[in-house]
């Protein structure tokens, strides 16, 4: 690959995670970082990652210099791990966004407290019906909801940008699905804070995004 004066960065990324991910890189005013998102559906089919992820690496990495993979082990058992490995990637840490949103000691602390616990994000709240309710059938066989969320006590909505319009629907599926509710504002914890120690790895000395931005 011919060198250039600044590395190609590509961000390959849970698509419930655009958002935030473009607001971090717009904070830190990156030009040359290039955000890519696979479809949100692999959230409830988290075996089909691994292959989804290696089949864009593979291109990309004839591409990009540096390639941050903008996904937790969310659910693979460990086998995404070898595939980010295999080219050279970087991934997000943790097991799940919930942990990296909520940081890992935070989230630690959470999951021992009530192990019995549904976490949402602002996007899983924004799009509680198809993502989550028509995701897992859950308007075709309402019969499937203690199945599905039966050893369930609560609901924690872990807030990224919160507006009282997030909150209560946040409350409303807490409801929808028979669980106490709770809400945590986390902000994008350790989403920004890996991002930009990845940057920093990776030596970016990146043009100034325009002001206008």
């Known amino acids: 690959m011919p060198e250039t ?11 419930a995670l655009a958002r935030e991910i473009l607001d971090v890189v717009a904070m830190n005013r990156w030009r040359h970082v290039t955000l890519e998102c696979l479809p949100v559906g692999l959230h409830n089919r988290p075996e089909q990652i691994p292959a989804a992820v290696e089949q864009r690496l593979a291109a990309a990495s004839q591409t990009y210099d540096r390639i941050l993979v903008g996904y937790a082990d969310c659910g693979t058992g ?5 595939i980010v490995d295999r080219y050279g990637a970087t991934r997000l840490p943790g097991a799940h966004c919930y942990e990296f949103f909520a940081t890992s000691p935070r989230f630690a602390e959470l999951h ?9 994000t602002d996007y899983l709240v924004k799009h509680f019906d198809r993502v ?5 059938g859950l308007d075709r066989h309402p019969q499937l909801l203690d199945t599905y969320f039966g050893n369930y006590t609560r609901l924690v909505y872990l807030s990224q940008r919160p507006t009282p319009r997030l909150v209560n629907s946040a409350e409303a599926a807490a409801e929808r699905l028979g669980l106490r509710f709770e809400h945590i504002a ?6 920004e804070t890996s991002i930009a120690e990845f940057a920093a790895a990776a030596d970016l000395r990146l043009p100034q995004l325009a002001e206008s931005v």
């Open 5 to 15: 004066d600044t590395p190609r960065v590509l961000v390959l990324a849970c698509g």
């Open 112 to 120: 021992e407290a009530e192990i019995g616990t549904l976490y949402l």
């Open 78 to 82: 460990g086998l995404l791990d070898p």
């Open 132 to 136: 989550v309710w028509r995701g897992l």
């Open 186 to 191: 986390t902000s994008y914890g350790d989403l």
